[in-house]
């Protein structure tokens, strides 16, 4: 009785199925193919710059245990300085401007979803991998959006989530890619670019009839060609990428990225990732009785701003994509470790007077004895304000800007 | 061939199945696993038959433009996938969602964005509609 009604239900499906009319004349092997070329060119560069991200954090990475699911880890350079505002200005950037590309792909392969699923078990299996490809860009290109604009909407650790979905993404690109890259070349080559792109509307035609079934066997007239619809698309990334590029821009280009939290600075400031109100930090902790605390010796400020002082142009980079350039005057931290007695450390701890989750944060070897890390006093000339980390902030060339611990009691080097 | 096709289909569902061992190892990470799932199934199911149908259905509409000797299609088409990506992109700060940690993370809030969103979609609308009128000043000067 119940498979009765499964057979019928699933007639009644298929018929559905078969019911749509897909009317665009474009649909076709040769464009999907051409969106594909340009996710396969550019997820990757999302995918390790991602996975670097990971790295750059050091023994502080969230989550820390992913068991070998990681790029071999290395100790992340101090050199080129702006090589996190590069690596990680690229994740964000590109994850950004990658959307309509994404779903335009989406688009020209969906009449495929509403076909009758095969009776042939591993072409159906090879269809429920696609859950993972498409589930997984959207809840990497979902949670990450909201990420970056600071909507915490969904209430499960950002981090754990987005690595995770980016390996369950991995694992279906990997296979789809494997799967398809003969086709996709077969789908270029069917058709020349250069001919596409001399081809106005009147003259637009479907592709021949394909087996993947996506030419539309009744299309309605073209109302737009296929050069139309790559301009689309194009103009999408160029406007995306015009509202995004500013945040990683100082000056006056910053206010390009019009709709992104990053876009925006109190005038005459430069962007913070967290406010001096929103540590939560007690005024008192960090006023005229605050030291630092080096193990062995504890200094106060006015010790500190007596030592040989150092100054250095140095960026600020965020997890989030944005960056910021800025000068920077402090005491050297290798100096810092020679005064409490560890000349060569073998890496260091660095302590906020706040508490939470980025209250801590590890400092490799190289990152401690670089000649620009310093425990920086100054920006720009000026004390540190309160929401810079007065009474002392560290900065280090190429570190996350998170593990620039603001704010700072404490360095512990260790031997 | 197909039995390497299956492997490669095998090997990608261990892979993915590895990867929620990231969050299955971690005990404090369990309460999020049925939320995640939701949001992994939700984008998709979201995407596929809410997002697709919903846009689709709105281009069928553009089909009941009237007949002009430039066609209104893509001048309507064009400003409107650009407000949809945009709003799509930039929701939370449209609609002011999250601000609290906004304002603790940057100091600032979001009030000016959904000003903006309205002033960016009217620049695209005004841009494409100056385009119509060109084109169909200069078909006109060009046929008589």
Known sequence: ???????????????????????????????????????????????????LDWVAYGSGAIPADVGALHLPRFDWPTRPAWLFRLTQGLHVGLGIVLVPVVLAKLWSVIPKLFTKPDRNLLKLAERGTLVLLVGGILFEIVTGLLNIQYDYVFGFSFYAAHYAGAWVFIAGFVLHVALKLPTMVRSLRSRSLRTELRTPLAATVPEPPDEGGLVAPDPDPPTMSRRGA?????????????????????????????????????????PVNR????????????????????????????????????????????????????????????????????PEP?????????????????????????????????????????????????????????????????????? | MSAVRMLGVLACVALAGWAATIIVRDPTLHPSIVPMLVWFAGA??????????LYAAADRVLALLPATRVPL??????????????????LPGIIRQGEPVVLGASGLGQEPFLARWLWLVLAMTAVSALVWVVRVTRRSAAGG
Not at chain 1, 5 to 32: D, E, F, K
Not at chain 1, 244 to 257: F, H, I, S
Not at chain 2, 80 to 88: D, E, K, N, R, V
């Open chain 1, 1 to 51: 009785m119940v498979t009765e009604q499964l057979t019928q239900a699933r007639a009644a499906l298929a018929s559905a199925g078969m019911r749509i009319r897909w009317r665009s004349p474009i649909r076709g092997p040769w464009l999907t193919s051409v969106f594909g070329l340009v996710l396969l060119c550019a997820l990757p560069v999302v995918i390790v710059t991602g996975l």
């Open chain 1, 230 to 270: 790559l301009a689309l698309v194009g103009g999408g990334v160029a406007l995306l990428a015009g509202l995004t590029v500013g945040q990683t821009l100082d000056g006056p280009l910053r206010g390009t990225a019009l709709l992104l939290p990053r876009g925006r600075t109190a005038p005459g400031d430069f």
């Open chain 1, 275 to 342: 406010t001096f109100v929103a540590s939560g930090i007690s005024p008192d902790a960090v006023g005229a009785g605050w030291s630092l605390d080096l193990g062995a010796v504890r200094l106060t400020r006015d010790e500190l701003a007596a030592l040989p002082q150092h100054t250095a142009d140095l960026p600020i980079a965020c997890v989030e994509g944005w960056s910021t350039q800025q000068t920077w005057s402090g005491v050297r931290l290798r100096d810092l470790a020679a005064l409490a007695g560890v």
């Open chain 1, 346 to 415: 073998a890496g260091a701890t660095v302590r906020s007077v706040e508490e939470g989750p980025f209250a801590r944060a590890p400092l490799t070897a190289g990152q401690v004895l670089d000649p620009d890390s310093l425990l920086a006093l100054r920006v720009n000339g000026s004390d540190l304000t309160p929401d810079h980390g007065y009474p002392a902030r560290v900065i280090v060339p190429a570190l996350p800007g998170v593990h620039c611990t603001k704010w700072v009691a404490a360095i512990g080097f260790s031997r």
């Open chain 2, 44 to 53: 998709l199911l979201l995407h596929d038959l809410v997002l697709f149908p």
């Open chain 2, 73 to 90: 299609v893509n001048h309507v088409r064009i400003p409107l996938l650009g407000a949809g990506l945009t709003l799509l992109l930039y």
